[in-house]
């Protein structure tokens, strides 16, 4: 595979001295910490910046009053966690690829005092694993967990597992404190949950954990409106795992955002353009791109992977319903599905090519512990080893069917370097010419720009930089807003698309 600059910051966690000195621990003071995890050279280092996660400042929401907080995201290139003050509780989410860390941290923060409690999906499908780093596991979902974690550990109680259920009132969940977040590193802080679950259970998908139940359940809309004016951002985006698995509830949440002209994007299923109103009502509230896992080109692998789906010959005609009303796509597939051969990559692109979509990103699939994948995988004898870090889905951790595991790397590899080409951006350009100028200048700042991302990153200026152009991006929708609306609903309305942030990969 060929060899792609990442510099040593963005491959190797900061170094945890073992012998820096802390002071004792201050009473009442908890850190919440988001581990580092290496980045993908293949693909654009500003991802991790676009938007946080809502796992930290979600449970930190329910902390108990009396409390101090202070947020750490590794990923930040701040350098290592503070030790001082010495925080008196260390909550640290686990994901799979960054867990080696995680139990370094958990490892550092405990010789020197602190209780760590281990939450996050890695902690609810490997319990076993992660138990012996932690002094308490949050399995699940942590808003009703953490004030308990906390009360117990103040009563002098602390359990080893905690569990909880995704059962409760979604709307009586207090809000993110976004306030924690360092407003500086993202370009935007407005990460916002909607809905929880998916109403589909993909074989390779985390949700399709043994163990993990997980309803769907729904915020009110008005909810998520006062969420969004009250973190003052023009973007917001929508981290659920697809916001239109009950279309009825995504039009409610359409309505109530429109009045307040915003702009922003989601993960959805292609299925959402079963209806193209509804698709019309997501422009007119502010829609201006969204993340589909389309996932592959082959029904065959579709259907092994039990994702309920429209037929693959029917996603072009799809994509164009979302292009019509202004909003535009980021394809996400995953590769080496066992009907994959080695032309898929070739494949791929140039539908992808062929169909104007503006931004993906690709995945090799990646069997995480506890999915029917890994069980079929392990049971085929298949599974190339259990080293988490590498679970990332820019490595090759099975036996692919039809290719050697060194062709699925080379293929991953080729496939955006391809996307990511001069001449690919140049022929995804919108038909709508007045759409090109700020096609092409979203597309270069994210694709082509890992070294000036890595400089933003470090010097706390991605909001900086990227403010005048979100709120640029938000007028220019206002614009194209009013000429849809003035537009019969079933006219042809290509001429009309406006720039996204999802041509830069958001
Ligand atoms: C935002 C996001 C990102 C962001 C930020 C990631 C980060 N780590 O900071 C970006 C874009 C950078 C990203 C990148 C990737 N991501 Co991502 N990402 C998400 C996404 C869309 C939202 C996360 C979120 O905010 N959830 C909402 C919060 C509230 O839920 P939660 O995380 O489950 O947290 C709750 C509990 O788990 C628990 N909890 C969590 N932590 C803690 C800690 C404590 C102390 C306690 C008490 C409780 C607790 O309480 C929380 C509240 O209920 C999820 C999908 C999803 N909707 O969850 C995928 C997801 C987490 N990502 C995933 C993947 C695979 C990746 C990538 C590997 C993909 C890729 N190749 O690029 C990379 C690698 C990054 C990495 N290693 O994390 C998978 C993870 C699968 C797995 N088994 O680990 C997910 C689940 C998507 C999916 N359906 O497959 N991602
Ligand atoms: S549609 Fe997406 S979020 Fe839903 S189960 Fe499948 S992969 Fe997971």
Not at 44 to 72: N, Q, R
Not at 372 to 380: G, V
Not at 415 to 423: C, E, G, M, T, V
Request: glycine share 6%; proline share 8%; charged share 25%.
């Amino acid at each position: 595979m060929r060899d792609l600059w990442l510099p040593d910051e963005m491959r190797n966690a900061p170094l945890l001295d073992p012998h820096a000195p802390a002071p004792p621990p201050t009473k009442r003071y908890a850190l919440l910490l988001n581990p580092f995890y290496a980045k993908d050279p293949h693909a654009s280092f500003g991802k991790h910046v676009l938007t946080p996660s809502l796992a930290l400042t979600s449970i930190a929401g329910a902390t108990p009053e009396g409390w101090t907080l202070k947020y750490w995201d590794e990923n930040l290139l701040q350098g290592p966690p503070p030790l001082d003050p010495m925080p008196q509780v260390v909550g640290i989410s686990v994901h799979l690829t960054f867990a080696k860390r995680a139990y370094a941290l958990a490892a550092w923060y405990r010789a020197r005092g602190a209780a760590v409690i281990l939450g996050g999906l890695h902690v609810l499908s490997c319990p076993e694993e992660a138990a012996p780093h932690a002094d308490a596991l949050a399995m699940g979902d942590g808003v009703q967990l953490w004030p308990r974690i906390l009360a117990d550990f103040e009563a002098g109680r602390l359990d080893t597992r905690y569990c909880a259920t995704y059962e409760t009132e979604y709307r009586d969940d207090p809000a993110p404190r976004r306030d924690l977040l360092p407003r500086e590193s993202f370009l935007t802080t407005t990460s916002m949950i909607a809905t929880r679950g998916c109403h589909n259970r993909c074989g390779f998908c985390y949700l399709a954990t043994d163990g993990l139940r997980m309803p769907y359940r729904m915020r009110d809309p008005e909810q998520i409106v006062r969420e969004f004016e009250a973190d003052g951002q023009p973007y917001g985006v929508f981290v659920d795992n697809n916001l239109g698995s009950r279309p009825d509830y995504l039009l409610k949440l359409c309505r109530a955002l429109r009045p307040i002209k915003k702009i922003w994007s989601a993960a959805v299923t292609i299925d959402v353009t079963d209806d193209p109103s509804l698709i019309r009502e997501m422009a007119l509230a502010g829609c201006t791109g969204v993340f589909v896992g389309f996932e592959s080109l082959a029904d065959g692998n579709l259907e092994a992977a039990h994702k309920k789906t429209p037929r693959t010959e029917d996603y072009a005609r799809r994509v164009r319903i979302l292009h019509d009303n202004g909003i535009q796509v980021n394809s996400s597939f995953v590769l080496g599905f066992d009907e994959d051969r080695q032309d898929v990559f070739e494949r791929t692109a140039a539908w992808v090519e062929e169909n104007r979509v503006e931004c993906s990103t690709f995945h090799i699939l990646t069997p995480y512990p506890g999915t029917p994948l890994f069980r079929q995988m392990e049971s085929e004898g298949r599974i190339l080893h259990k080293d988490w870090d590498l679970y990332d889905t820019s490595h090759v951790v099975f036996r692919p069917k039809h290719m050697t595991p060194e062709e699925l790397a080379e293929g991953y590899s080729w496939i955006y370097r391809r996307l990511f080409s001069h001449a690919s951006i140049w022929r995804r350009r919108p038909e709508d010419l007045s759409a090109v100028i700020p096609y092409l200048f979203m597309s270069y700042l994210y694709k082509k720009s890992n070294r000036v991302w890595h400089r933003l990153i470090q010097a706390r200026a991605v909001h900086a930089v990227w403010r005048p152009l979100v709120e640029w991006s938000r007028r220019r929708h206002l614009g194209f807003r009013r000429r849809l609306e003035s537009t019969p609903v079933r006219l042809h309305l290509e001429a009309l698309r406006a720039p996204s942030l999802v041509s830069a990969g958001v």
